[in-house]
């Protein structure tokens, strides 16, 4: 489990893995403009770690809302993700693999 910036340091990610972790979950407060970058670093974080990735980010909180909340596969593809101007349920099965939006 990750809190917002521990995202982009390298040895927390390595301490992660190292745990054995089965999923990586991090709790975010990005705004819209870093999106893209933290979309692409949970990509990469899954891919590495040959582990699911889940990017958890708040919306509508100003600058800091920027939602975008998504799931990445262990192979670092894109499962789901909600979009940036509504609320929603992101609901990643961990026995299947999948995931969904509602």
């Known amino acids: 489990y990750a809190i917002c910036y521990e ?3 390298d040895q927390h990610v390595a301490c992660a893995g190292d745990a054995g972790a089965t999923l990586y979950v991090d709790s975010a407060a990005k705004p819209a403009v870093d999106l893209d970058v933290a979309h692409q670093r949970m990509e990469t974080i899954a891919q590495r770690l040959g582990i699911p ?3 958890c980010n708040g919306l509508g909180e100003g600058a800091l809302g920027g939602g975008r909340s998504g799931v990445w596969d262990a192979a670092g593809t ?3 993700a909600l979009d940036n101007d509504r609320e929603g349920l992101l609901i990643f099965d ?3 693999g999948t995931a969904q939006v509602r």
């Open 94 to 96: 961990t026995d299947r």
């Open 78 to 80: 894109l499962l789901a």
């Open 53 to 55: 990735a889940m990017l």
């Open 7 to 9: 995202m982009s340091v």
